[in-house]
């Protein structure tokens, strides 16, 4: 039990250290730019405090439960040597994990308001679901039959471009976006648990090399799917947007306040967590028929996960996005875009140092590579890419120009450092791009991105407003692999091996 609390106040020590570049933002723009103290600070600092209170429970979760789990899982069928056992496995933990995911609900009603239905929300989340586990199947193939990674990101980043010079203006934000909304907190870990356990309970498999790579899978295939969905939906001209269908976009998941909006708030975090559960808990007493080792402390474990993620989401909510929302108003006051590009760069490498998937996954990376990567830099370079990445799709709004250049464009350049880059870096390369998109980043720069839409005149919330996730995904992976490619050189220059 001591130890358990050491771990724990451990985890919550951490997770203040990472939550200060958001403040250190928030408060230098306000008082340095906007010279004014934030209305409800006393707030804004006690949901900091919630949202480390949050992270520590969830990270001690993950420890206690998801992570063992789906290593063991991955493991004990690895060792019955059942291929379409695997593969069942694979889809399951991929639509299940994702059907109830709250942030693609959310981008989904939001997008069946905006488009006035012609994207139903339902729909969309089967799509996406469905692709998943999909890709699940797929990459849980992939690491059995050891195939490298590099021609399975290279054919599907083509057709993502392939697809995208085809797909009508209205469905590839929102396509890229709904890519990104399916590695979250909960998601990444175990899916990066199962790739990781499964590469190490294989005779001549690496982890790092073919361990990572199915998030990288997630996020890619339902761009693709979506945008195919989309050019069946906008075949037919019809009207798209309004200012009805905004105001009713903005009113969606607006919750009632009090008592009855925590119970809902806590209620989705165990729908958000329960199919993955349920799944776990079918393969393990009825495909596997053995009991879970340590019960209990699973038990604990997913309690935590929920709890934490709670805790997670409302810190958020009270401290931090009503000040977000504040602010973003007050920049685009100004007589220059310059500031708006400033905080989007700067919120953009807040939020990502803050992503706790991505400590997550940083951590099991820097085990896996023994020595070849080190966390900490990996989180900074990922942070770069984002802020990179979000300051340019904010110009791509401001601008007016078509996310249909920039997309290719980016994802050419990825595939081209693919090529170049060095084979154990290209499956985390891919993986660290999806875990940017979590909780904490994906409501931040939707905000964002909608609320410059709708402020500058001959935008479109559902043509302009999407599509910044998309931009905090491409461009991390351009980050790592470049230094990686630099590392390599560098040390081919002094003689030595990388």
């Known amino acids: 039990m001591t130890q358990q609390l050491k771990d724990f106040l451990d985890a ?12 250190v933002v928030v408060v230098s723009f306000q008082a340095l730019l906007l010279r004014e103290w934030p209305e409800g600070g006393l707030s804004m600092a006690a949901g900091l405090l919630v949202v480390a209170l949050g992270i520590a429970l969830f990270l001690r979760g993950l420890e206690l439960s998801i992570f063992p789990v789906g290593k063991r899982l991955a493991n004990q069928f690895a060792r019955r040597g ?5 593969l069942a496995f694979g889809f399951a933990i991929g639509f299940s994990a994702v059907v109830a995911e709250p942030a693609l609900i959310a981008v989904a009603e939001q997008a069946e308001a905006i488009s006035e239905g012609r994207i139903e929300a339902l729909t969309l989340r089967l799509i996406v679901a469905t692709s998943v586990g999909l890709v699940m199947a797929l990459g849980v193939l992939r690491v059995i039959l050891g195939h490298p990674l590099h021609p399975y990101m290279i054919v599907g980043y083509l057709s993502v471009v392939l697809v995208t010079f085809f797909a009508p203006k209205e469905i590839v934000g929102l396509a890229y976006d709904s890519g990104g909304v399916t590695t979250n907190i909960v998601t990444v870990p175990l899916i990066a648990a199962l790739g990781l356990g499964l590469a190490a309970s294989i005779r001549g498999r690496n982890p790092l090399i073919d361990g990572f790579g199915l998030v990288a899978l997630a996020v890619m295939v339902p761009m693709i799917s979506v945008q195919l969905y989309g050019i069946l939906v906008y075949a037919d001209p019809g009207s798209l947007i309004d200012g009805e269908a905004m105001a009713l976009a903005g ?38 028929r053995h009991p879970l080792a340590n019960p209990l402390k699973v038990g604990i474990g997913f309690a935590l996960v ?78 770069f890419g984002v802020a990179i990445g979000i300051t340019l799709g904010v110009h791509r709004i401001i601008s007016g120009d078509s996310i249909h250049y920039y997309i290719i464009g980016g994802y050419s350049l990825v595939i081209l450092l693919t090529f170049l880059a060095p084979r154990y870096i290209v499956a985390l390369a891919f993986d660290l791009g999806g875990v940017t998109t979590s909780e904490v980043t994906v409501p931040l720069v939707t905000a964002l991105g909608i609320g410059l839409a709708s402020h500058i005149d001959g935008r479109s919330a559902l043509i302009d407003g999407f599509g910044l996730i998309a931009f905090a995904s491409i461009f991390p992976i351009v980050t790592v692999m470049s230094y990686a490619i630099l590392v390599e050189r560098m040390a081919a220059l002094r003689g030595e091996s990388p």
Do not use: C
Not at 257 to 286: C, N, S, T
């Open 12 to 23: 919550l020590w951490h997770a203040l250290r990472n939550l200060t570049p958001i403040l």
């Open 82 to 86: 059942s291929l379409p056992v695997l």
């Open 251 to 288: 009113e969606a998941g607006k919750l009632p306040g009090g008592f009855l909006a925590m119970l809902m708030e806590l209620f989705e975090m165990l729908r958000d967590v329960l199919p993955i559960l349920l799944v776990v808990l079918f393969f393990q007493y009825a495909i596997l």
């Open 306 to 383: 929920i709890v934490g993620l709670y805790a997670f989401v409302v810190g958020l909510k009270l401290g931090l996005f009503p000040i977000g929302e504040r602010m973003a108003e007050q920049l685009i006051g100004f007589d220059t875009w310059l500031w708006v590009y400033l905080f989007a760069f700067a919120i953009g490498f807040a939020t990502t140092m803050a992503e706790p998937a991505l400590i997550a996954v940083g951590q099991q990376a820097e085990e896996a590579a023994a020595g070849k990567i080190r966390g900490d830099v990996i989180r900074l370079l990922v942070a």
